[in-house]
């Protein structure tokens, strides 16, 4: 038999979501990008959704995680803070254990 444990991993602050693999990758894009806009697009996500994820995001963190600069004739940007990229990894590195603990779990679930 096949077994599979499934999983998702988010990081809540006062019983909302801060981070989760979505807004990760959300951040990810915008750190490439240097764009909110150029980063909803890419995901497939409307610019209002991308704005309040990070809006959501930055509120809820102790620091801001994105410097979103208004538009103009240059047009605007958009930034990842050190905290932010500290707190992408931090993530990260929580995401990959939390994985490599339940690929442990599942050689037990396997043995019977």
């Given at each position: 038999?096949?077994?599979?444990?499934?999983?998702?991993?988010?990081?809540?602050?006062?019983?909302?979501?801060?981070?989760?693999?979505?807004r990760?990758?959300?951040?990810?894009?915008?750190?490439?990008?240097?764009?909110?806009?150029?980063?909803?697009?890419?995901?497939?996500?409307?610019?209002?959704?991308?704005?309040?994820?990070?809006?959501?995001?930055?509120?809820?963190?102790?620091?801001?995680?994105?410097?979103?600069?208004?538009?103009?004739?240059?047009g605007?940007?958009?930034?990842?803070?050190?905290?932010?990229?500290?707190?992408?990894?931090?993530?990260?590195?929580?995401?990959?254990?939390?994985?490599?603990?339940?690929?442990?779990?599942?050689?037990?679930?396997?043995?019977?």
């Open positions: 038999m096949d077994y599979k444990i499934k999983s998702r991993i988010w990081i809540e602050a006062d019983g909302n979501i801060l981070l989760g693999e979505g990760v990758h959300l951040i990810k894009a915008i750190d490439q990008t240097g764009s909110l806009s150029k980063a909803a697009k890419s995901m497939g996500m409307s610019y209002k959704k991308a704005w309040s994820l990070i809006d959501a995001v930055n509120k809820r963190a102790e620091q801001p995680v994105i410097i979103l600069s208004t538009g103009g004739k240059g605007g940007g958009a930034q990842l803070t050190p905290y932010g990229k500290s707190l992408v990894s931090t993530f990260e590195t929580i995401n990959q254990n939390c994985w490599e603990f339940l690929d442990e779990q599942l050689v037990i679930i396997e043995k019977f």
